[in-house]
């Protein structure tokens, strides 16, 4: 017994000895690693927030993360017995009994569904799938799919004419609204609407449609934001006028008041041609409304919703009791309802000049004369549906797989219908709702969705803090798959997402700590493996590219040009963008610089589909593919074409477009690694 006991104090010891001689360099080139990945001295030394939580293939994803139904967009039945729930990451349509408060018919419809409407009748349901291009038709007495409608890219809202017998789509990819005869059950005609537009709505008199749009229209840095309102006209099925919404973005929906006076739209006023040192004057962002008379001569009027001390970022949808006397705006940023006095907003606009209203557009306290209530809800509030006696509101929670109810008399929440998802809050879970929470800023002016809308970018470029203000413009960047193409900004300074959105993300924009360390490892996880991209199906739809676009990879791929001369490696397309994310993670000077930036490089971007990220270079001038090397490298600073045609440069912009998913050129990376090493 003493020889065992012996023998185990000696091994003991022996541990002990390594443990002594090897856990102090270990902990130390710990301590360093920890350090240089979050840019940071004093994060906790935690293996699993790097190591486990940001796995996006094999065994361990699929144990430690959940699948959620997020629910998106409503509609109600007639009668108030039946809650139609559109759950976006489900890719379903949830039909719930509003009585039992249960979930009773799931329906299986495309992928990533936006928007549901029910005709008058209550026979059929019509669901638009975003990443399907169709729209699914249900049979509600069967409670299944009859058939799903070809649209244009990316449907999102929808509306019946007024005879039903055309349902208006609105093409969020495409910029286009597809109008669908339902006699045939395919597309009539196709009418251009705005940049990214989503949402859409008729007037009483049921004679027009207006169309919202979220992205602002093209132009150069240093003029005013624009996006386009456009109106159809019901009659002729054709759009009768274009409305500028100057200084504002993120038109999410529209919704008009029961006697048709005025319409109302949630909108963004973004300063990005501010420098943003001056967030804590509300320089950044703020929230309100769009409200538009609608009468002859009626003025297009924007008024905060926000206050001097609290903003309330990221409004969405709006929903207006039937007797018109209030309105309910849901606010994704801040989990919040805004609940507006509809007399007391008119008798605001009425009493003041267009002049003033002007001036009211940038006035925090503006929202006191109609605001009567903040009303808190679960995580990131979108979509509601009013009941035809305007006594329930219900909101989709589109974070906590839930819809809450709310009674608009006391204005309370009274109770929720939970969908039936995952209880467990997954890390990557957590991430996205900090990444749709603007908690982290200053008064919860904006969130990272604010800038980054589907995770994506918002087609603005902004006056960034620096030791020069106005100096070194930049296009905001999209965050979709982008663990694997470090380093981040344009300028490359931010060697991994932990300094992106943890160090730089409060030293240049929102003046504080915004997150936690354990918030910081949730929301990377979340950046890292639950970012998708959106299938291109523009451009690539089956992943065999046409005539044209092989021709244009040819071009994208060669060596040579057109006169047989070696093409230095440098000018060719392939060397700085390869597959599968076509960049090299290098730096380069591509002649881009302006006399407003400072002598520098720049990161090297990814393609993947490079298509829906207009404008184009760090400052944002090249409003489009061709503007590139037309206007802003003729001198082949970024890439030799200048012996190419026009036909041929247009060749290799349709390849370039057809770029999509990373996981489709894997095979290629393989092919091109394998010919590097022959040389």
Known sequence: MRKIYKKLLISAGIIAVIILIVFPPFHRWARAHVNYITATEDHPLNCLSCHLYTQKTGFIPKLINADYYSPFNLAISAENSELYIVAEEAGELLIADTDKKNVKHRIKVGDRPHSVILDSRGEFAYVSNQWSDMVSVIDLKSYSVTDEVKTGNGPAGLALSSDEKFLYVVNSYANDVSVINLTTGREWKRLSAGNNPTGIGM?????????TSRRALLAPYGEPVVCELTVIEESGKRISGRMDMESAYMLENIEFTPSGDLALIPMIRPKNLVPSIQVERGFIMTNGIAVIEQKENGRTIQLLLDEPNAYYSDPFDVAITPDGERAFVTHAGVNVISVLDLDSLRSFINRHTTE??????????????FVISRIPTGANPKGMAMS???KNLYVAEHLEDRIAVINTEN?????RIDLGGPRRITVARKGRRLLNNSKGTFQNQYTCFTCHPDAHEDGLVYNMASKDMGRNLANTQSLRDISETAPYKWNGKNHTIYKQDGMRFSTVLTRNEPFSYDELDALVAYIVTGIPYPPNLVYNPTGELNAMQLRGKALYERTKDKYGNEIPEKQRCITCHPPPYFTNRQFEDVGSL????????????????????????????ALSLEEIWTVYAHKDTHGRVNDLTKIEL????EYLKSLGDPEFYR??????KAKLKLR
């Open 203 to 211: 007037n009483p008199e049921k004679t027009s449609l207006f169309v």
């Open 356 to 369: 003033e209203l002007d001036y009211y557009s940038n006035h925090l306290g503006t929202s006191s004369h």
């Open 388 to 390: 035809s006696d305007g």
């Open 411 to 415: 204005l309370e929440t009274v109770d």
């Open 594 to 621: 302006i006399a407003s930036d400072d002598s520098m490089l720049f990161d090297t971007p990814h393609l993947n589909n490079i298509y829906a990220s207009p404008p184009y270079l760090h400052h944002g001038l």
């Open 650 to 653: 247009n060749e290799l912009i």
């Open 667 to 672: 095979e290629e990376e393989k092919i091109l």
